[in-house]
């Protein structure tokens, strides 16, 4: 098996998750549905902003959300404590989700009710960047916890990503985190992208995130009118 | 492209990786070095235990190091604090290391000097397991900050491990981890695993550590005399 045949193959699996991801897109915009796929380290913290993010939202939207993780049903489990829809996807033995994965999660699910639709990706700092899901953006969350480095030492999904959320504000002084520095790194692997920091634990930093996601929604819902 | 045909490619490449791996490692056994594959989430502090692991080992015994990375030399430069060997691995997408990288590194190396041999895998919780580097013993780590249900969540590559390092242990009330829960879900997916503790940025829990590793290095020696 040669390396240039290994690279086609790779390249029809992308082409035809490609493909799908646009067909499912076009579902979306079809029904106003503003979809955002999140992407960081395990334990960053996706489940808990999420968490926070669809309690906040469900007062005036109605916001879903899939989770994938190798095992386990607990995140479905955490997000669906917001009081909004929530679906486990479960991977195997899979680093990363395909939009297939997503397609067959949210099946069921009448679009033209939701608002908004969170895909919480696999925890992994590097495979899920390939696969598109259909999404409008990529939001790409990285803890205080992690070190200042990590985006120079894993480019590949910040450079592809549309936002980052800082998270874990509240330790940062703790773990004694540079925010500045972990901030001009972000803008040296990817300039310009808009950066929020949050606290999903304990709130900080929320209204200003959530106001942006429904500025988002609002924006596309007024384009396809 | 049907899902067996690629199956088939993936047990291809695993197949010639562990081909390799297994004539390292008798190169490894010839040569009395004792060799330890790190894996962890990225930011769980695999660069700052192996500094500080090094540093101390450097008293009586030789000790290297690899350090695979997406981009950026920075943790080589790191781990070369320690006046040990280092080199560093770029992975460029690759999301994992396999083994003629290894091999590559080490080139011009002369094992006959060397008594550790410490392999830093890229940060992943999910890909490095399935690549057998050559080592004696595939160690893990898991920081305080990760939240304590990720083995349960991500169990393939605890489950494949011979040891974990619980580390961060310094911050762990600062960031609510429940230890003794971390400890019984480690041992729920890898039963009996040995596990240590350690602050390597404060020094805490590392002498238990050394002591193990000195052990395992002079028990394979003696093993092999």
New interface residues.
Partial sequence: ?TESR?LT?KK??LGKNDQMAQGLREEFDLNDVFVANLVS???AGKTELLRATMSELRKNYVPAAVTG????E??AHRLAESGALAKQILTG???HLEVDMVQNAIKGWDLTDLDFLFIEN??????P?DFDLGEDTRIMLI?T???E??P?????LISTCDVVVIN?MD?AE??ECDVALLERNIHEVRPGVPIFKTSAKKGGGMDAWIAFLIEQFEVKKAQAA
Same sequence: chains 1, 2.
């Fill in positions: 098996m290994i193959i029809k699996i380290s395990p334990g993780d190798l095992a386990t607990n995140d033995t899979m680093c696999v925890g992994n700092l590097v495979c960047g803890a916890t992690e070190g480095d990590k120079l030492k894993y480019p590949t874990k330790i703790a773990v």
